[in-house]
T-cell receptor, first 113, second 114 residues
Framework: GNSVTQMEGPVTLSEEAFLTINCTYT??????LFWYVQYPGEGLQLLLK?????DKGSNKGFEATYRKETTSFHLEKGSVQVSDSAVYFC????????????FGQGTTLQVKP | EAQVTQNPRYLITVTGKKLTVTCSQN?????MSWYRQDPGLGLRQIYY???????DKGDVPEGYKVSRKEKRNFPLILESPSPNQTSLYFC?????????????FGNGTRLTVT
């Protein structure tokens, strides 16, 4: 079945450091891929998405490229800020009529000043 | 403001006492869904609804019920809660599940069953 695997957290970085959070997936067909972010005490918010191979999603300085050959969708940011501290979820949608997103387990990012 | 509103935010109850978590969205979305979030497991879908009067089971539906009598509301019902239903619950909506529209999430309901 479809699944998403994220790197274990927490990830602790200093402000202005480079961020990578790894995400790999297993899916049949051609899924769409998403990154969601969850700030403390809040629900998840869509950060970026990519709907086909080689697409790059980007938002707020974050980027992720849909790599079909390596079944990956790694999240990157060139210079993190304290305000980026949150839990990040990688997810996939297989486009079926269930509308279901399959989420990874989440990666906690802590950015220290 | 476009939003998904869940109530209550926090709920402590005892085993077997029926409860309802409400969810309402003001975006005229057809698709609504409930997830539970547990440490190390990410989010898992409980139930979903493609439109009014249309509901279906997700991955972990046991012990839960839902209804969709109106487009904006999608309550989650626990007829006889048990401690293994202690979790963080999220309601979400989108304009169309089939077309990979992004999900809009509520702020969550933290449920503790003792």
């Amino acid at each position: 079945g479809n699944s998403v695997t994220q790197m274990e957290g927490p990830v602790t970085l200093s402000e202005e450091a480079f961020l990578t959070i790894n995400c790999t997936y297993t899916a049949t067909g051609y899924p769409s891929l998403f990154w969601y972010v969850q700030y403390p005490g809040e629900g998840l918010q869509l950060l970026l998405k990519a709907t086909k191979a080689d697409d790059k999603g980007s938002n707020k300085g974050f980027e992720a490229t849909y790599r079909k050959e390596t079944t990956s969708f790694h999240l990157e940011k060139g210079s993190v800020q304290v305000s980026d501290s949150a839990v990040y979820f990688c997810a996939l949608s297989d486009g079926s009529n269930t509308g279901k997103l399959i989420f990874g387990q989440g990666t906690t990012l802590q950015v220290k000043p | 403001e476009a939003q998904v509103t869940q109530n209550p935010r926090y709920l402590i109850t005892v085993t077997g006492k029926k409860l309802t978590v409400t969810c309402s969205q003001n975006m005229n979305h057809e698709y609504m869904s409930w997830y539970r979030q547990d440490p190390g497991l990410g989010l898992r879908q409980i139930y979903y609804s493609m439109n009014v009067e249309v509901t279906d089971k997700g991955d972990v539906p046991e012990g839960y019920k839902v209804s969709r009598k109106e487009k904006r509301n999608f309550p989650l019902i626990l007829e006889s809660p048990s401690p293994n239903q202690t979790s963080l619950y999220f309601c979400a909506s989108s304009s169309g599940g089939r077309y990979n529209s992004p999900l809009h999430f509520g702020n969550g309901t933290r449920l503790t069953v003792t």
